[in-house]
């Protein structure tokens, strides 16, 4: 009788805990695709590529300049005295830290930027998220990376970039 009672109870337990582990709802979402291609995000990596690139095309213009000026200042080493070669190269390497440090500047600023944005979308992506769980009655929403196999039916990345591009068509950066 005891042994019946022990087997009753856990077989209860048992179907409790399946039939409340039944009734969530698991689904996930391609965050990297989210924040890469939805219109916000390719808007934002149009316009960090362009400016990076104005940056390093202007970075190169003063790369050739000081090039040039150092070859200069080695061709006329003989010519110079060697008060005015010193105040030459002093000067050079001062335009040479001046680059480096504008360069290291530009750089970071990219990459506040891109941080920023980043932070912008998600900060818009969660309450979409929200109202997309409350709509469809989801109990966890997983990213991708962690799901090793799962039906293409539980992947609702579409939907939460359709949502994204109407609430946010764009990232304004500057």
């Given amino acids: ?26 689904v996930y979402l391609d965050m990297k695709f989210i924040l890469n291609k939805s219109k916000a995000g390719m808007g934002a990596q149009k316009f960090m590529q362009d400016y990076m690139k104005k940056n390093q095309e202007e970075f190169i213009k ?9 070859k200069d200042l080695l061709s006329k080493k003989t010519i110079l005295s060697k008060e005015e070669y010193k105040k030459n190269t002093d000067s050079l390497r001062k ?10 500047a530009s750089i970071d600023k990219i990459t506040k930027q891109r941080a920023e944005a980043r ?14 769980m ?17 039906n293409k039916i ?12 109407t609430k ?6 500057k």
């Avoid at 042994?3 to 077989?11: E, L, P």
């Avoid at 932070?119 to 979409?128: A, F, S, T, W, Y």
């Avoid at 990345?157 to 994204?164: C, F, Y």
């Fill in 1 to 26: 009788m005891k042994y019946f009672v022990r087997f009753f109870v856990i077989t209860l337990l048992c179907f409790v805990c399946t039939y409340s582990f039944a009734e969530q709802k698991i």
């Fill in 62 to 70: 003063i790369e050739e300049n000081l090039k040039k000026e150092e």
């Fill in 95 to 104: 335009k040479v830290i001046d680059y480096q440090t504008q360069r290291r």
């Fill in 119 to 132: 932070q912008k979308l998600i900060n818009e992506l969660n309450p979409i998220l929200k109202e997309y």
């Fill in 134 to 150: 409350e709509e469809n009655e989801v109990s966890i929403v997983l990213d991708n990376k962690i799901v090793v196999m799962g």
């Fill in 154 to 165: 539980f992947d609702i990345t579409d939907a939460i970039v359709g949502k994204l591009n």
């Fill in 168 to 173: 946010l068509p764009s990232l304004n950066l």
